[in-house]
């Protein structure tokens, strides 16, 4: 079993910047992808941005240039700098691992933004 435990999130204006971190354990060898996916109210989740234990990095076009990933691998840490945040940026950001073939999921944490 993976565990994934985020943090950060919250609420800010528009304009603004967040940042969260998720940390991994539990039976992990070595963690491939790792990732960010959010669901916005009446919609499916979708991704925001992931990164490969090597460092490619792959973002949702949305966000690119205002959202930055980074992975530190000897703490199996995933992190997602938010800047320049917009309202339609809603939503319940979710972390994922992918260990083994299988995908793991963090608890959510609401990020909301305001106008």
């Known amino acids: 079993q993976v565990q994934l435990v985020e943090s950060g999130g919250g609420l800010v204006q528009a304009g603004g910047s967040l940042s969260r971190s998720c940390a991994a354990s539990?039976?992990?060898?070595?963690?491939?992808?790792m990732g960010w996916y959010r669901q916005a109210p009446g919609k499916q989740r979708e991704l925001v941005a992931t990164?490969?234990?090597?460092?490619?990095?792959n973002y949702a076009d949305s966000v690119k240039g205002r959202f930055t990933i980074s992975r530190d691998n000897a703490k199996n840490t995933v992190y997602l700098q938010m800047n320049s945040l917009k309202p339609e940026d809603t939503a319940v950001y979710y972390c994922?691992?992918?260990?083994?073939?299988?995908?793991?999921w963090g608890q959510g944490t609401q990020v909301t933004v305001s106008s």
């Open positions: 990164i490969t234990r090597g460092g490619s990095i």
């Open positions: 994922a691992a992918l260990v083994a073939g299988r995908m793991y």
């Open positions: 539990g039976s992990i060898i070595n963690i491939n992808t």
